[in-house]
C-alpha cells in the first residue's frame, strides 16, 4: 500500500466551487498498461513510491527511497487562472546511512505547470524541480535527484512482471467499499547507481521496490494510521503486508498481505484475520517524542517474519507538506533466524493520527 498525508496540502488552498467536479471513485477495473503507469488527475491522490538498498563500492549497505506525490485540489478546474493550483505535486529523497549514523532527507513542493512540475498520462514521467523518475520504452525507470546532502542517479530495471495488489489492482483498505485504491507493485529491481555526497562518487548496486498507487479515500474515520511493509526476499520472492491501526485502542482495523513467488504471476492473497503485526522492539523519537515500533514480527498465513531496522532514527519530518511525521525504515527480513531479505517497513500515524 501506499500511502500520504496529502490533506494537509489541500486544507491550505483556497475553497472549491460548488459546483467543482467530484473526485473520482475507486471501482474494480483492469489495469491498462502503459496508460495506468502514467497520472490519474481526476483522482484526488497518487503517489509513485521508490525505495530500496544500495551497496556502493567500498562501503556499507544503505537505505534510499525516491517518492512523488499529486493530489488534485478543490480548484475547480475550470478556474480561468494559469496560476490556479489544481493539480500540486511534492516528492522527497532519502538516504540512511547506519555506519554514519545518518539519515539525509530532502524535498520538494510545487504545482503544476509552467514546465517546472508535471506528472504526464501516459507512463510514468513525473518531474519537480529537475528531480524525475521517468519509465523507459524498455520498462526500466530512471531518476535523478540533487539533494540536500547527496545526489543519486540511478536506472532500476525490472526482472520480474508487474505485482497487482488486491482483486487484480483494487486494493481494499478498510471495512467500507469506497476505501479502496488501484495499486501495482514493481518488486526485484536491479539497480545501477551514482551516488555523490561529500565531493566524492561512488557506484553502487541494490535492489528496489517501486509502489504506484491512487485514489479519492483511503482511510476509515476510526483508524489513525497504517503499518506497511514491501520486502524483496533473497529467493525471488516479493511480500507485501499492511495492517490499517483503530485510533481507539491501537488494534487492527483491517489488514492485508500477498506473497509471490519467483516465477509466479500472480501471488497468493491473505485475508485480513490471516495476517498479524506484533512489536519486538520500540524506539521513541527525540525530536516528535512518538514511539515507533521499528522492529516488529509479521504472521501471514503459517508463515511469521520478523524485521530488524537499518538503523533506528529514521523518521521523516515532510515539513512543507504540512509537517507529516512518520517512520520509513530501510530493513532486513528475518524468519527463523535467518536473514531472507531486505525492503522497507513504514510506520504511519504515530505521531499523530491521520486524516486521509
Not at 471501482?27 to 513510491?49: K, M, N, Q, S, T
Not at 542517479?153 to 467500507?176: H, I, V, Y
Amino acid at each position: 500500500m501506499r500511502r500520504r498525508q496529502l490533506l494537509a496540502l489541500a486544507a491550505a488552498l483556497p475553497l472549491a466551487r460548488a459546483d467543482a467536479a467530484p473526485y473520482a471513485a475507486v471501482v474494480p477495473r483492469p489495469l491498462v498498461f502503459p496508460r495506468d503507469h502514467g497520472a490519474h488527475p481526476e483522482y484526488r491522490i497518487e503517489w509513485w513510491y521508490l525505495t530500496g538498498w544500495l551497496e556502493p563500492a567500498g562501503g556499507a549497505p544503505l537505505g534510499f527511497q525516491i517518492t512523488f506525490f499529486r493530489t488534485r485540489t478543490p480548484i475547480d478546474a475550470a478556474h480561468p487562472s494559469r496560476f490556479a493550483a489544481r493539480q500540486l505535486l511534492f516528492a522527497h529523497a532519502a538516504l540512511a546511512d547506519a555506519a554514519h549514523g545518518s539519515l539525509l532527507v530532502d524535498e520538494r513542493i510545487a504545482r503544476a505547470g509552467f514546465g517546472f512540475a508535471h506528472a504526464a498520462e501516459h507512463d510514468t514521467d513525473v518531474v519537480l524541480d529537475r528531480w524525475r523518475l521517468k519509465r523507459r520504452g524498455d520498462g526500466a525507470y530512471e531518476s535523478e535527484v540533487a539533494a540536500r546532502g547527496f545526489r543519486l542517479r540511478f536506472t532500476a530495471t525490472p526482472t520480474q512482471p508487474l505485482l497487482l495488489q488486491g482483486e487484480a489492482g483494487f486494493s481494499r483498505k478498510g471495512p467500507r467499499p469506497e476505501q479502496a485504491s488501484h495499486y501495482y507493485s514493481q518488486p526485484q529491481l536491479r539497480v545501477q547507481a551514482l551516488l555523490s555526497r561529500d565531493g566524492r562518487e561512488q557506484t553502487a548496486v541494490g535492489v528496489a521496490w517501486l509502489d504506484h498507487e491512487w485514489a479519492s479515500s483511503l482511510l476509515d474515520p476510526a483508524a489513525a494510521g497504517w503499518d506497511w511493509i514491501g520486502m524483496n526476499l533473497a529467493d525471488g520472492a516479493a511480500l507485501t503486508a499492511f495492517r490499517i491501526r483503530r485510533r481507539d485502542d491501537g488494534g487492527t482495523l483491517y489488514a492485508y498481505a500477498s506473497l509471490r513467488r519467483s516465477g509466479d504471476v500472480r501471488p497468493r492473497l491473505f485475508a485480513p484475520h490471516e495476517v498479524r503485526f506484533e512489536p519486538l522492539a520500540h524506539w521513541r523519537s527525540p525530536r516528535t517524542r512518538a514511539l515507533y515500533p521499528v522492529a516488529q514480527r509479521i504472521t501471514v498465513g503459517e508463515r511469521a517474519f520478523e524485521t530488524e531496522p537499518l538503523m533506528a532514527d529514521q523518521e521523516l519530518d515532510t515539513a512543507v507538506a504540512g509537517s507529516t511525521i512518520y517512520w520509513e525504515g530501510a530493513s532486513t527480513l528475518v524468519e527463523a533466524g535467518r536473514r531472507i531479505g531486505r525492503g522497507y517497513l513504514e510506520l504511519t500515524g504515530y505521531a499523530a493520527p491521520l486524516a486521509l
